[in-house]
């Protein structure tokens, strides 16, 4: 049976028993008020019958001693006419009387009594017609006294009996009510119990596969995806706990297999590793391989070179040449030198990568930096016909504590680029102070750097016009080198540049002015 059903048919089952308290009320209400009419019905005819009889009683004793008889006893000067009246009237009500007594339900004391009382009456009319004598009168209306004691006495029981009646059937009704309301309660109190069991039977039937239901999906929560809800119902909680099956079956399924994956994947990854650290050992070793070649190489070289630059500067200072002579002599050094400073370049850029440029901090004077730059560059601004102007901010320290070495290549780098890159104008050195940096930019007036190279130019042998035909020497390496050793101080490059405008290099580096002399290894 499906839920909806059982949800339906409980309700059905439940508005049933309200149904029936309803009718037992229905009925029981009936039974008070025809109780409660057995009363009227029982009690009323016979009070107002006894109401009439005693109110007909009343009026013929009124007229019969007040108004008539006992006038014309004790004043006999009373009118014939008035007399007359007093006794129709008298006959009148004597005729109301015997019709309300000759009722059928007219009780048998008052019936009984009638009579006597009537026949009183009747001589006391016939004595006032016929005898003058108030004596007889006298006696004729002490008779009718006596009777109508007697009468009155009968009413009174009558009514006294009446009552009792009353009072009785009204306690048969007061009992009749009281039996229905204890049935009446008892059924509310058995439609609710019958409810409450119906209501926890239903509750049951409902939460018990819910609750299996849920358990299940606790565990499943935690971990245990090998949980089946037991539930073999045909409704929707028995729908819903086959898919809930199904759903941990293929999870379970789910979980198998990326166990198993992830086995592969471990087995994997423990191979990968191992290939890796075969291979990073073997880099390490190309590396210290590639190392020793490069400081074997640049010994190699650089003796032969140092000679032949030997060679030559005695060459131009002490042969006499001819201008041929001279002018292959000068290129062949311009040549070496050229060479000489690509094999340091590429040392430098291979000791800073490894870690094995040793950075020694004294205390260099700014004033003596400057005037070594001028010297050195001011031939390159001659030759190019380019104003070289320097700018030290009076704000800086005379001296600062730095690798005079590192920044001498950095300062020297830039201003031979911007030397090289510059046809006409000028090239502006700025030394001056930001917070507790000391600010070196370069600025000149010349080709500028296309936005999408403001990155690359930091990169070993990027240069903007890679082409065989370029007009500008250089091995690529000179901002590799800045920017490296840059940030080996714990500094910052970067660059600001216009195309056709010119550009401005910017190194910030930390500035310290302590005065020990400190080595410091940057790994
Ligand atoms: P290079 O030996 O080629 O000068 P660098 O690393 O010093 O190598 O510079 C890389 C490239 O950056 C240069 O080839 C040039 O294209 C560009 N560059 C560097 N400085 C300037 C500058 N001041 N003005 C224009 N271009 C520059």
Known sequence: MSLRLRLILSYVAVASLVFIVGIVGIITAEQITNSADVIIKSTSPSLTLLGQIEAAGNNMRETVIHHALFRKISAASIE??????????????????????????AYEAIAAAVPDYVARTQHLLDVANTSTQDAELYQAALGIDAAEEVFQSAIDNAITEEQA???????????????????????????????LALGVLIARRILQPIVQLQTAATRMMNGDYSQRASIGTNDEIGQLSTAFNMMSESIQKRDTDLIAANSVLEKRVEERTKELRVATREAQEASRLKDEFLAIMSHELRTPL????????????????????????????????????LINDIL?????????????KSNVSLADLIERLQSQMGVLADEKLLKFNVNLDPALP????????????????????????????????????????????????????????HDAIFERFRQVDGSSKRTHGGSGLGLAIVQKLAVALNGTI????VVGEGSTFTAELPLETVNEAEKVAVS
């Open 165 to 195: 009646e009353f009072q009785l059937n009204i306690l048969a009704a007061q009992n009749t009510s009281h039996t229905a309301v204890a049935i009446n309660l008892i059924s509310i109190v058995l439609v609710l119990g019958a409810a």
């Open 398 to 453: 005379p001296t600062i504590f730095i690798d005079e070495d590192a920044i001498t290549k950095i300062v020297t780098n830039l201003l031979g680029n911007a030397f090289k890159f510059t046809e006409k104008g000028s090239v502006t050195l700025d030394l001056s102070q930001k917070d507790n940096n000391l600010v070196i930019a370069v600025t000149d007036t010349g080709i500028g750097i296309p936005p999408h190279m």
């Open 494 to 497: 970067n660059v600001q540049s």
């Open 348 to 360: 430098d850029v291979s000791r800073i990568e490894s870690g094995r440029m040793q950075f020694v």
């Open 306 to 341: 140092n000679a032949m630059l030997g060679f030559q500067g005695i060459l131009l200072m002490t042969a006499k040449l001819d201008d041929r002579s001279l002018h292959m002599v000068r290129r062949s050094q311009a040549n070496a030198n050229r060479l000489l400073t």
């Open 80 to 105: 014939d006419q008035e007399y007359k009246d007093a006794v129709d009237e008298l006959k009148t009500h004597l005729e109301e009387f015997k019709a309300v007594t000759n009722e059928p339900d």
